[in-house]
């Protein structure tokens, strides 16, 4: 059985730091790319980062450059999401998903995502 597990979610003040993390089990974790994605109430979710677990490649929206940083563990299957900076705008219910394209363009829409978690929420007060 395919799951996904994000964990780490919570309230912090803006400015603050979070680290989430997604744990993958019943697929070939190296084989895929896992990203992040958020959907604030009321809007579309969207790309947020990503990374190719084989060569380790990252990809971030442009509205988190230089404040989230994406990083992997292969030995442990686990991906995480160092959240720094944090503003009110960053609130969200944030995923995890695979897939096994690696088109950042692609995968920022959603396009060809295989499999989902079900989500942690992250508050950001001011």
């Known amino acids: 059985e395919v799951q996904l597990v994000e964990s780490g979610g919570g309230l912090v003040q803006a400015g603050g730091s979070l680290r989430l993390s997604c744990a993958a089990s019943?697929?070939?974790?190296?084989?895929?790319?896992i990203g992040w994605f958020r959907q604030a109430p009321g809007k579309e979710r969207v790309g947020v980062s990503c990374i190719v677990n084989s060569d380790k490649s990252t990809y971030y929206a442009d509205s988190v450059k230089g404040r989230f940083t994406i990083s992997s563990d292969n030995a442990k299957n686990t991906v995480y999401l160092q959240m720094n900076s944090l503003k009110p705008e960053d609130t969200a219910v944030y995923y995890c998903a695979a897939t096994y394209y690696k088109n950042w363009e692609n995968i920022r829409r959603s396009h060809g995502i295989d499999y989902w978690g079900k989500g942690t929420l992250v508050t950001v007060s001011s």
């Open positions: 019943g697929f070939t974790f190296d084989d895929y790319a």
